[in-house]
């Protein structure tokens, strides 16, 4: 089924978008189906893209996910030599790094050496003018032998407030053998913020101030993926507005129930009136 406009951090912003927080993605796409299909999205969902480039005869970055029997997923990502990978600081890239205060890093985006070397002038260039800093690693085992990748994350942790992994993946960046050890070392390290998201079984915050949970919401799951991405958008938004942690939790974890509920990676993406609809049914 497909083609679906996709990729995680165009998934991401696209949910920043829809809940209506002002958004822009840096990227690059191919001027073909694949790159229009994306464009159309984020323009329709608010999303500032004067930070694509349209590359003229080159191919939109694209992914392709296989849903195995035991729920297990596998990609082949066709991103490293499209559109996509050949991304360069471009003026309107700059004029992004110069206006926006808060910076969110897709460990996806770190998988092509051009691709990382954007992001990371990005991450130095926001975090230096005081802006904030995201950074969910997402990191799939078919992007883990990427050369410079270990590197590229610390560089970027080092610099991260707001630190979104999923289940296990807090363990590669931690010399810890237990989740609670492995989120101390990261708040003595200086991340102020951990949320860890754990599939159908909800997701967990922490800070200095202690640890909260959520349980997830029931939905009949029909495609996961972008599930993360979509709590990630909707935990950032609120976190960026100044709500606590337990709202922000909340409204992600309505965020991700939602995004599993439909077929494609961004279909899911939710409005605010979606999420407290949502809400609203769990809590009777
Ligand atoms: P992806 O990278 O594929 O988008 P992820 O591993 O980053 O996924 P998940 O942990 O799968 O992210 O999902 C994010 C959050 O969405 C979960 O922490 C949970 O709050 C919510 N969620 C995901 N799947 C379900 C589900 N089946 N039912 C209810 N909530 C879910
Ligand atoms: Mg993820």
Known sequence: VGPFPSGAPAIFIDQIGRLGTPAAIISRVGDDDFGRLNLDRLIADGVDVSGIEVARGEATGSAFVRYRPDGSRAFVYNIAHSATGNLTLTPDAEALMESCDHMHVMGTA???????????????????RGGTLSFDPNLRPEILDTPGLPEALDEVLAQTNLFLPSGEEIYLFTEADDEAAAVKELLDRGVGDIVIK????????FNRAGRTDVAPLSTDEVDPTGAGDCFGGAFVSFWLAGASPETALRFANAAGANAVTKVGPMEGAATRDELDALLGQSEG
């Open 198 to 205: 754990r599939g159908n079984q909800g997701a967990s915050h």
């Open 110 to 128: 770190l998988s092509a050496p051009g691709l990382s070397q954007v992001a990371r002038e990005a991450v130095a260039r926001i975090t230096a």
